[in-house]
């Protein structure tokens, strides 16, 4: 048995057209109704305002005496007849006289539309050439009749007589045709040229998503560095911005992968060769041997539970929730980590000054750096040489400072301390604690700088920008 196949979807730029000529179609044959609509009634005003004037010519002509004798009218039939060589009467128009029920008088020979010639027009009209009011209607024979009726008494005359005037409204709506097709003809020619600059425009707009589509065609996981072009400050603008930043995330995020994937095996390949190579060439047998490999084993197990934790660090200062801002009290601040840091050496440790401000950051990671460069300090110092921290505002931004008087950097390594692995001359750490550092700093918007003079010593300093609320 054949399956019959999905039906290919159609494309937006399709859809999109189809529903604006839908549309304007739509838009276009309500506005062509309404012209119609329009047409009818403005007919059937004019109509019914050429019988009111007809109806009070005749009265004025049945108020006048008989032109002929200048007396009053002899009768009922002379009046109609003078009213009906009086009628002047449109293409679309007819009159004629009834007098006890018959036709008494027609219009002149001239005139083209026969009202008496349809005799279910006058058997409709008859009915209301005997009543005493003028009476207007409408009927449909052949044709669609509008008419007036309007009855003819003269006192100490029996008569009863009407003067009819009808109008075929069939013929008269049909003057509007020309209009109708007209504006068919102009509604044809909007419709298609609206479909064209349809066509055009959905193009022209879509283009950038074809763009879109396109690089994100050409994006691998191996490889995120495209980037989608960004023109115009309209919503597919801002979507290929969005898309932008995305992928920025997306690429910042394999790096921190690979940056921690590369780490791990560069910094935990050493312990790890050093622990098996010593627990393979231990003689259990000597138990001096046995203890001093174990105290190997768990130093180096410690370096690499540091390190472990340094990387961590590292590769969570990619996620968006690193910080957690809060109020903190530069003071309070200050005193904690001096206190803390007090337990990092035998040294003197001295406290230069405090910033008396309170400004929106992560206490505890701030801490943490600022602790970090507390046991660099210590590291590289000798015991009981002065070591010394400090905050302070200076040019609107705030500054947290180590100070100590060791062995101090050379200039040539200054630029390089702040990498990762990089360890100063006689380091033992694991070559991240600065790294995180500046990961810390860079993270609330600031940074790390560092002076340093060879046999002097070295201050290192966060620059934080001072924030009046969480941002």
Request: hydrophobic share 45%.
């Amino acid at each position: 048995m054949a399956i019959r196949g999905r039906r290919p979807a159609l494309t937006v730029r399709v859809r999109v057209i189809a529903a604006v000529v839908a549309l304007t179609a739509l838009a276009l044959a309500l506005s062509g109704a309404a012209v119609i609509l329009w047409g009818r009634v403005t007919t059937e005003q004019r109509v019914l305002a050429d019988q009111q004037v007809a109806v009070a010519a005749f009265r004025r002509l049945a108020a006048e005496p008989d032109p002929q004798t200048a007396r009053a009218w002899p009768s009922v039939d002379a009046l109609l007849r003078v009213a009906m060589q009086r009628t002047v009467l449109g293409p679309a128009e007819g009159a004629l006289a009834i007098a006890d029920g018959q036709v008494t008088w027609t219009a002149q020979p001239g005139v083209a539309l026969r009202p008496e010639n349809d005799e279910a027009l006058v058997a409709a009209i008859l009915p209301a050439t005997e009543r005493e009011a003028v009476t207007y209607g409408r009927t449909r024979t052949d044709r669609d009749w509008s008419y007036v009726v309007v009855p003819v008494r003269l006192e100490g005359q029996q008569a009863r007589a009407a003067l009819v005037r009808v109008t075929d409204m069939t013929a008269e709506i049909a003057r509007h045709n020309p209009i109708y097709r007209a504006y068919s003809l102009v509604a044809l020619g909007s419709l298609t040229m609206i479909s064209l600059l349809i066509w055009l425009l959905v193009g022209r707009l879509l283009r950038p998503i074809a763009v879109v589509r396109q690089t994100a065609q050409e994006i691998t996981a191996s490889d995120i560095s495209q980037r989608i072009p960004v023109t115009g400050s309209d919503d597919v603008s801002a979507l290929a911005r969005t898309l932008n930043s995305m992928l920025d995330r997306l690429e910042a995020s394999a790096q921190a992968q690979r940056q921690l994937s590369d780490d791990v095996g560069h910094e935990l390949r050493t312990p790890l060769t050093i622990t098996r190579g010593h627990l393979e060439l231990m003689n259990l047998s000597d138990r001096r041997e046995a203890e001093q490999t174990r105290d190997l084993v768990v130093s180096e197990l410690d370096r690499m539970r540091r390190l472990v934790d340094d990387l961590l660090t590292l590769a969570r200062s990619q996620h968006p929730h690193l910080l957690r801002l809060v109020l903190t009290d530069l003071v309070q601040l200050t005193d904690e980590t001096l206190t803390k840091a007090t337990s990092l050496g035998e040294r003197e440790w001295q406290l230069d000054s405090v910033a008396e401000v309170s400004t929106w950051l992560d206490p505890q990671r701030i801490s943490q750096a600022w602790l970090q460069l507390a046991a660099n300090a210590v590291q590289y110092s000798a015991p009981g040489s002065p070591v010394a921290l400090g905050s302070a505002v200076e040019h609107g931004e705030l500054r947290l400072w180590v100070r100590d008087c060791g062995q101090g950097i050379p200039e040539a390594d200054q630029a390089h301390i702040f990498d990762r692995h990089e360890r100063g001359s006689g380091g033992t750490g694991t070559g991240l604690g600065l790294a995180i550092v500046t990961t810390i700093a860079t993270a609330h918007g600031g940074g790390v700088e560092v002076e340093s003079v060879p046999g002097e010593g070295s201050t290192f300093t966060i620059r934080l920008p001072l924030r009046g609320g969480p941002s």
